[in-house]
Structure formats: C-alpha cells, structure tokens
C-alpha cells in the first residue's frame, strides 16, 4: 500500500482558503486518492476522492498532478468548523485504502 | 447516504471483565466491515477485517483471542474486548463499505472504552 506523507499541522483563520498537500511517491497504477475528515471522539467523515486532475465538489477541492505523486486538498474560506483532522490515504477502490498515515491537525482561528 | 451505527458510545468497566461493541450498517449491507483503534491524539489504526460468515482477519500484532470479531449477519459486526484491562483503554471506531460500487468507507461514530 502506498505510504502518504502530510504536514502534521496548519494553522489558518477564518475565511481563508487551506490548502492540505499529501505526498504517495510510490502510489499504484489503480490507486485512487481519498481525503477523510474527523472531529475529537467521532469516526472519520468521508470528503472527497479522485484518480487524477481535479475533482470539485460542495466542500472541497482535490487537485492530482499528472505524476500523481500527491495530491492537494483545498478547503475555500474555511470557518472555525473546519478545524479537525485530515487524513490522506491512498489505495484501491472499494475500501482498500484502509492505512491511515498521521493526518494534518488543521486549527481555524478567528 | 449509508450509515454505521455504533453502539454503545461510551462503556465504563471494570478490570477483568468483557465489552461488546456493536457495528450496524443501518440502510445497506456490509459483507465486510473494519475495525479500528485510536488512541488520543493519535491516528487510526487497522485493528481487523471483519467477514460475513467467515472469520475475521487481524492484522499483525492484534490478539485475536483478546479481541473477538464476529460478523454474523449482514448489518452487524460485533467487537468483543475480553478480560480488558486498563490498557485497552481507547477508542474503537468501526467502518464498512456501502454496498457494491461504493468506494470509500462509511464510519461509525466510535466507541469510548474506559476500563478501570
């Protein structure tokens, strides 16, 4: 499975755009790339997944260069809400992608 | 959107004794479902796959006898902590695939395990 590699942590105020890059150097072939969130005591909420290029949906973006050796994850004007962990994983679909690396504590000050 | 339930949220025990933890998929069915463990401020870690009607797979270094999966029916997976002592203390989260085509997991909202 390939390894991912995320800064352990951001800090970001209000209404800023975030942008989270997560690096897989030996990601696969079949790999997809998925981006989950989590909040203290609660289990990790689904954000966003692609292959390649950009996908784009109500609450994120996710750009994936054309080596696909990482990929960014862009929250526009983030709110105190948004702050949490986050979580790049890559692997197969159907719920191969199932290493969590260490995440990306993100604080959100006003 | 698919659903985990988990249950319960928060158990208090004491030394010794055992704590079962439900997993239910509430609107799909789940052939397999994982398990996770997570100790604060730390990431998940992969516990165990958890098979319908097959025994579950643990990953290295978790004792299968300590730690009793077994996935009866289609919509329920059950964690069972047996003699627990203070160190499996943590939290337990459960997640599960939605159905065929689906690819992401779909996670419960975990299990705080305190023992005393």
Not at chain 2, 100 to 113: H, Q, Y
Request: net charge positive; hydrophobic share 35%; glycine share 6%.
């Amino acid at each position: 499975l390939a390894k991912t590699t995320q800064p352990i942590s951001m800090d970001s105020y209000e209404g800023q755009e975030v942008n989270i890059t997560c690096s897989h150097n030996n990601i696969a072939t079949n790999d997809y790339i998925t981006w989950y969130q989590q909040f203290p005591s609660q289990g990790p909420r689904f954000i966003i997944q692609g292959y390649k290029t950009k996908v784009t949906n109500e609450v994120a973006s996710l750009f994936i260069p054309a080596d696909r050796k990482s990929s960014t994850l862009s929250l526009p004007r983030v709110s105190l809400s948004d702050t949490a962990v986050y979580y790049c994983l890559v692997g197969e679909q159907a719920g191969t992608a199932l290493i969590f690396g260490k995440g990306t504590t993100l604080s959100v000050s006003s | 959107g698919a659903v985990v339930s988990q249950h319960p949220s928060r158990v208090i025990c004491k030394s010794g004794t055992s704590v079962k933890i439900e997993c239910r998929s509430l609107d799909f069915q789940a052939t397999t479902m994982f398990w996770y463990r997570q100790f604060p401020k730390k990431s998940l870690m992969l516990m165990a796959t958890s098979n319908e009607g097959s025994k579950a797979t643990y990953e290295q270094g978790v004792e299968k006898d300590k730690f009793l999966i077994n996935h009866a029916s289609l919509t329920l997976s059950t964690l069972t902590v047996t003699s627990a002592h203070p160190e499996d203390s943590s939290f337990y989260i459960c997640s599960a695939i939605a159905g065929p085509g689906a690819n992401v997991l779909t996670f419960g909202a975990g299990s705080r395990l305190t023992v005393l």
